[in-house]
Structure formats: structure tokens, C-alpha cells
């Protein structure tokens, strides 16, 4: 079946300092791979996915097939940034996300 | 921008009582989903809806679940008869064409409470 871990439940960084949202699946075919993020009292929103290769936010992820993992990643952390992050996957072949536990990260000014 | 929204944003009832959760999908859009968020849990998927009729659902989606699509921009989530164990953060998610370039669009989220 498929999965989506994050080992990190929360995250705290100083602003300005390198942050990184850890996010592994397990998926025996060719995922698409997104990260959503929830701002407080927000919705969710798409924040990036992998077939679009595209920096938002400065956030940038990348699909390692042989880790099996999508780290999310952003060189200088902003107070903005502090919010919930989820990975999520989707097969190809359906329709559903199936989203990890999510990481809050807070960001220390 | 367009968006999915959501009423209401709180809903608080009684044990056992039915209960409407209501979804405006953004006008275009052809594929609909119900994914719920028991508080301290993942976003979880319920349902996805399609042509007027379910494509997929999960386990969680049993006899006391169902959606309608009763006009042209209503989608709603009907639970028959509410237990403790629904209460969670219901949302809407639609989106626009098949296929793996297009994304999900997420409305705002209504929170169940049952009592």
C-alpha cells in the first residue's frame, strides 16, 4: 500500500537559517509527489510538485526514486514560512492524495 | 482567483443526527473530493466524484456516507447518522481536467463537532 512518512512532527529554525521538511513514500510505481501547505486558519494550498521542477517561495523538493524521498528545502527560512507542511502523493493511475502526517515548522525570529 | 468554498465553517450536533456538508467546487471544475482531518491526524480521503456518480472511495467511506451533486455548483457530504468518531475537519477539494498536470484546489475546511 501506498505511504507518505514525515519523522518530523515539529520543526523549529531561526530565521535566516537552512530549513529541510523530510518526507519519504513508499510506492511501487511512479508517484506524483506535491507538498501542501496550511497557513494558521488557512486552507490548504499547493506549494509545489515535482513534475513542474519550480521554486515557490523559495522552496525547492526534489524526487530522489532510489531514497524514495521528496525533502522539502529552503536555504534562508522566513517568519512567514511558519506554517504546516504535508507531502502528499497521488498515483498516476487514480485520483486520490494521500498525505503524510505533516511537520509544523516554526520559525524563531 | 476562483475558489472552492464551504458551509458552514462549524457545525456542532448531536449524536446520531444527520448532517449536510456543503461544497461550491470552482465553477469549472469536473472532478470533486471529500478528504476529512480528525484533529491531531493526516488529511485523510473519503471520497472522489465524477460524472455524477463516485469514482473512488476509502474504507472510511461506508453506508452512513453520501454525496450529491444537486445542481450545478453544489457538492455535498451527507453523514446519516453522526457518531463521536466524525467529528473532524471535513474539506472539498475539486479540480479541473484528468491527468497528472492539473492539482486539487482545497476549500477552507468545516469543522464537525459531535456531541
Known amino acids: 500500500a501506498q505511504r507518505v512518512t514525515q519523522p518530523e512532527k515539529l520543526l523549529s529554525v531561526f530565521k535566516g537559517a537552512p530549513v529541510e521538511l523530510k518526507c519519504n513514500y513508499s510506492?511501487?510505481?511512479?508517484?506524483?509527489l506535491f507538498w501542501y501547505v496550511q497557513y494558521s486558519r488557512q486552507r490548504l494550498q499547493l506549494l509545489l510538485r515535482?513534475?513542474s521542477r519550480e521554486s515557490i517561495k523559495g522552496f525547492t523538493a526534489d524526487l530522489n526514486k532510489g531514497e524514495t524521498s521528496f525533502h522539502l528545502k529552503k536555504p534562508f527560512a522566513q517568519e512567514e514560512d511558519s506554517a504546516m507542511y504535508y507531502c502528499?502523493?497521488?498515483?498516476?493511475?487514480?485520483?486520490?492524495?494521500?498525505f503524510g502526517p505533516g511537520t509544523s515548522l516554526s520559525v524563531i525570529p | 482567483e476562483p475558489e472552492v468554498t464551504q458551509t458552514p465553517s462549524h457545525q456542532v450536533t448531536q449524536m446520531g443526527q444527520e448532517v449536510i456538508l456543503r461544497c461550491v467546487p470552482i465553477?469549472?471544475?469536473?472532478?470533486f473530493y471529500w478528504y476529512r482531518q480528525i484533529l491531531g491526524q493526516k488529511v485523510e480521503f473519503l471520497v472522489s466524484?465524477?460524472?455524477?456518480?463516485?469514482?473512488?472511495k476509502s474504507e472510511i467511506f461506508d453506508d452512513q456516507f453520501s454525496v450529491e451533486r444537486p445542481d450545478g455548483s453544489n457538492f455535498t457530504l451527507k453523514i446519516r447518522s453522526t457518531k463521536l468518531e466524525d467529528s473532524a475537519m471535513y474539506f472539498c477539494?475539486?479540480?479541473?481536467?484528468?491527468?497528472?498536470?492539473?492539482?486539487?484546489?482545497f476549500g477552507p475546511g468545516t469543522r464537525l463537532t459531535v456531541l
Open positions: 477539494a475539486s479540480r479541473e481536467f484528468s491527468g497528472s498536470t492539473d492539482t486539487q484546489y
Open positions: 510506492y511501487s510505481g511512479s508517484p506524483e
Open positions: 515535482h513534475i
Open positions: 502528499a502523493l497521488r498515483e498516476t493511475s487514480y485520483d486520490k492524495v494521500i
Open positions: 465553477s469549472n471544475h469536473l472532478y
Open positions: 466524484f465524477y460524472n455524477n456518480e463516485i469514482s473512488e
